[in-house]
């Protein structure tokens, strides 16, 4: 077994790394120092950059990893040792990271997983040669164990014959993709204006929120005349806030959208036989891949602005833990048209049987639990405008008192759209929902891919025959990893609840993994 070191250009990240944490530190005693010929005075700069190279060289010299027939190993550590085994039975996906420096210099990062969310080994900064020479062998492996265990699935007296996919639909060999992953064109490339109107929309619509909460912190520094003044010293009109506070919404808006835009640039989608390889980062270039019988679920985000715009951001969650930095998501493609998770989601789980127009409503008494909901809260706000306006001004009862109404007629409207776009479908072989208002969901499930389901009765939904209906996969993304959906009459719930039990139960428990 031979043990390898990663690239030496290794040192210049974590150098630059140890300065980020030392740079603030450094400023701090520099710049109020003034110990002038002292020792200190003399070589204190010369150790602050000193101490962070020696640093970064021990970590370097002492990080090895190595690879036998047997486990993936990786030693680490400078006072505190860390060592990790990762059985080659157990790997579950590789994956690709590389940074600007790494992209300039032909590097990438390597990180192997298995199901666990702390068991990943990550190679940082090796040859890319080196990273497909290691992904060569391990998928090689997954692929042969794959085969088996479906074959054995299929039919556990016979060879091998084709595996049942979601939806009936075969699933392809299991072949590995070494060495031609870059032959086939993306089947999904979303131009950089389309991401960045998208992306806009998804972050403005994230932002509504703040923008509510800044709106009402601008009232009350109208009312009381220095609130916000206090907390930032600006000489402004007191009414040139309620600008103000929108203005620096859509700024913070327009910066995480920019952000979105750096990560997901570039977003490409590869259908290989095996599997789904996707590639994406204008600065830092990722690439992930996920095995096409791991999906669990699909998942179609709407914001209103992107709706106004007729665009979608299609998902998939997966049963690995290989993206802890989107959620367990995966995307498909970030900026769709409206609709086009029709086209998107057989390339994930298969044919795809349900559309929205199969989705039906669930119970009208929604929109009054829901309305009943908002009209508490704005008796709430009535009430203690009412009071304050008796200890400090009558301003804020009339001010509150219209803030109450104004909350009891958005709820009217909000409860009756919100009855309108909850929905639901359940096929031969998958379920498809709708749920939400401002942020649009839509979530396509294949039944034998669920792992629990819980029915559950808040009180009010109780006085009504309400109930939700959780569904839980071996996902990470959405309540219990599958899907919610609220306000169905009991008895129905109960009735898809069996369904859906009945389906899990009949279903391999390897199959829903």
Do not use: C
């Amino acid at each position: 077994m031979e043990w390898l070191r990663p690239h030496p250009l290794t040192l210049v990240t974590l150098v630059v790394q140890a300065l980020t944490q030392t740079i603030l530190p450094l400023i701090l005693v520099l710049g109020g120092s003034d110990s002038g010929g002292s020792f200190f005075g003399r070589y204190a700069e010369l150790l602050f950059f000193l101490v962070p190279l020696g640093l970064a060289f021990a970590r370097w010299y002492s990080t090895r990893y190595a690879l036998d027939d047997e486990a993936v190993y990786l030693n680490s550590g400078i006072f505190v040792r860390t060592k990790q085994v990762l059985p080659r039975s157990k790997v579950q996906n590789l994956s690709t990271t590389a940074p600007l420096l790494a992209r300039a210099t032909g590097l990438v990062e390597l990180t192997i997983s298995d199901a666990s969310a702390d068991g990943d080994i990550k190679l940082r900064l090796i040859e890319r040669a080196e990273a497909e020479r290691l992904t060569a062998l391990l998928r090689t492996d997954l692929n042969k164990r794959l085969t088996t265990e479906s074959s054995q699935l299929a039919n556990p007296h016979v060879g091998a014959p084709p595996v049942q996919g979601s939806g009936g639909v075969l699933a392809p060999p299991m072949v590995s993709t070494a060495g031609h992953q870059h032959d086939s064109p993306p089947i999904v490339n979303p131009p950089t204006p389309k991401l960045f109107r998208i992306s806009m929309a998804l972050v403005v619509n994230s932002a509504i929120p703040n923008i509510a909460v800044g709106l009402f912190l601008a009232w009350l520094n109208w009312i009381n005349g220095d609130l916000i003044s206090e907390m930032i010293p600006l000489d402004l009109p007191v009414w040139s806030w309620f600008g103000l506070v929108p203005i620096a919404g859509l700024l913070l808006s327009a910066a995480g959208a920019a952000s979105r835009v750096l990560t997901l640039g570039g977003f490409r989608l590869w259908d290989d036989p095996d599997r789904l390889r996707m590639k994406a980062g204008l600065l830092t270039e990722r690439q992930i891949t996920a095995r096409r019988e791991r999906i669990q679920l699909v998942r179609v985000n709407r914001p209103w602005l992107a709706r106004r715009l007729g665009l979608e951001e299609v998902r998939f969650s997966t049963a690995d833990v290989e993206d802890p930095q989107t959620g367990h998501m995966t995307i498909l493609n970030p900026a769709a048209d409206l609709g086009e998770w029709a086209t998107l989601a057989p390339t994930a789980i298969g044919s795809v049987e349900l559309t929205e127009d199969n989705l039906q409503q669930v119970s009208p008494l929604a929109q009054r639990r829901v309305f009943v909901r908002f009209l508490f809260l704005a008796v709430i706000i009535a009430l203690a405008a009412v009071v304050a306006g008796r200890i400090w001004s009558g301003v804020i009862t009339y001010t509150g008192v219209a803030v109450a109404i104004g909350i009891a007629t958005m709820g009217w409207f909000f409860a009756k759209r919100r009855f309108e776009r909850l929905g639901y479908a359940m096929g031969n072989s998958q379920m498809l929902t709708r749920v939400g208002v401002l942020n649009e969901q839509l979530t396509l499930l294949p039944k034998e891919k669920v792992h629990g389901v819980m029915v559950t009765s808040s009180y009010f939904q109780r006085r009504l025959s309400l109930a939700t209906l959780l569904v839980g996969t071996a996902g990470h993304g959405g309540s219990l990893g599958g899907l919610r959906l609220p306000d169905l009459p009991t008895s129905v719930a109960q009735d898809l609840a069996a369904i859906l039990a009945l389906e899990a139960a009949n279903t391999p428990f390897e199959r829903t993994l």
